[in-house]
């Protein structure tokens, strides 16, 4: 059962100045929170050693650190891992590290189901029952067994980062902020379907590398594919991405799911070379997995590379994506955690 007391875990700098001010603590000791937080990764604020034992005491009364650990693990033959985490609600969360060579990427998730309802992806088969506070964001890479070894960080997992973004954006400040983790904002990819008004904010306030979920380049089709094209079309998204250089530090690439005999022809490999012309990005050709009463399937391995090579030769640096954690269904599109909420209650 995850504690009603407040959480430091999530907290900005100020914000934990803030604590202090409340509890007639010493402003400085914002700082030494911040520190024991976010790098040393406490679990107990009675670890905050600096700390006085009398304002440990007074902060252990209305806080606590957060931090939850992981309440399961599947593993994959291919090395991927997929934990499941508790969040507030009594809900959960499915997070997936990826180890590959000297690389470790972790695809976190933003909210428990998702509203968007892309005709492919299970997760939105779950609907939507709610978003994660930046406690509940951090606390995937804060409390992952691996967390030592991580160097990249997607946001890819369950939700829609832009329909979270003020939590998003939370977590990715004290992800980067020299108060908090202090990494490199190149080590960290939020995605998208776009959404109106929230996609521009977030172009504007962080300088994480942006991955689009594009999927068809076709108007009509990609409204059938995923119902957040009427809203925001992929026209006005890349009118909007247009605006803003990629061409040095930070990333932009388009997420394409492949679907035989959907979007895989020659006219759709044009369409796209049309649609990102003069766009500096890459595309993300990535094999789709099979979920439950979805009349699609993906395309072979042929019709992949010819997509692959058509959009390279053509100005458009593309790449085929390795699918990892299929037998765990921790691929792209296979998160859920609607059946394990019952089954967990079940169990207790």
């Not at 890479?141 to 832009?162: H, R, S, W």
């Not at 009427?230 to 605006?243: D, F, P, T």
Request: include cysteine; charged fraction near 25%.
């Amino acid at each position: 059962m995850i504690s009603q007391q407040k959480t430091l875990l999530g907290m900005t700098l100020d914000e934990l100045r803030q604590v202090c001010k409340e509890l007639g603590m010493p402003a400085f000791t914002g700082g030494q929170m911040a520190k024991w937080l976010y790098v040393h990764r406490v679990k107990e604020i009675d670890e905050m050693t600096d700390i006085s034992k009398a304002n440990r005491a007074r902060l252990s009364e209305s806080y606590t650190v957060g931090c939850h650990a992981p309440i399961d693990a599947q593993h994959s033959a291919d090395g991927t891992i997929k934990y499941l985490f508790p969040v507030a609600g009594g809900k959960f969360v499915e997070t997936v590290y990826l180890p590959e060579n000297d690389r470790a990427t972790l695809c976190v998730s933003c909210q428990v189901g998702c509203k968007m309802n892309c005709l492919f992806c299970q997760t939105g088969k779950q609907g939507f029952e709610g978003s994660l506070d930046a406690c509940d964001i951090l606390n995937q890479i804060y409390a992952l067994p691996e967390a030592d070894k991580l160097t990249n960080i997607v946001f890819m997992g369950q939700g829609e980062p832009m329909d979270n973004l003020d939590n998003v954006l939370r977590a990715t400040e004290i992800l980067t902020a020299d108060y908090g983790l202090a990494w490199s904002p190149k080590r960290i990819t939020v995605s998208s379907v776009g959404v109106k008004n929230k996609l521009k904010r977030f172009l504007e306030e962080s300088d994480c590398h942006v991955a689009i979920s594009l999927h068809s380049p076709i108007a009509e089709q990609r409204a059938e594919l995923m119902p957040a094209q009427k809203s925001m079309s992929i026209a006005e998204i890349v009118e909007l991405l247009r605006n803003y250089d990629f061409s040095r530090q930070r990333r932009l690439s388009f997420e394409y799911i492949v679907f035989g005999g959907v979007n895989d022809s020659a006219a759709h490999a044009r369409e796209i070379v049309k649609l990102l012309k003069g766009l500096d990005c890459r595309v993300n050709l990535i094999r789709f997995h099979q979920i439950p009463d979805v009349p699609l399937h993906g395309a072979d391995e042929k019709k992949m590379e010819e997509l692959r090579d058509y959009l390279t030769a053509h100005g458009v640096f593309t790449t085929i994506r390795a699918s990892r954690g299929e037998d765990i269904f921790a691929a792209c599109g296979l998160l859920s955690t609607s059946k394990k909420i019952g089954e967990i209650r079940h169990e207790r």
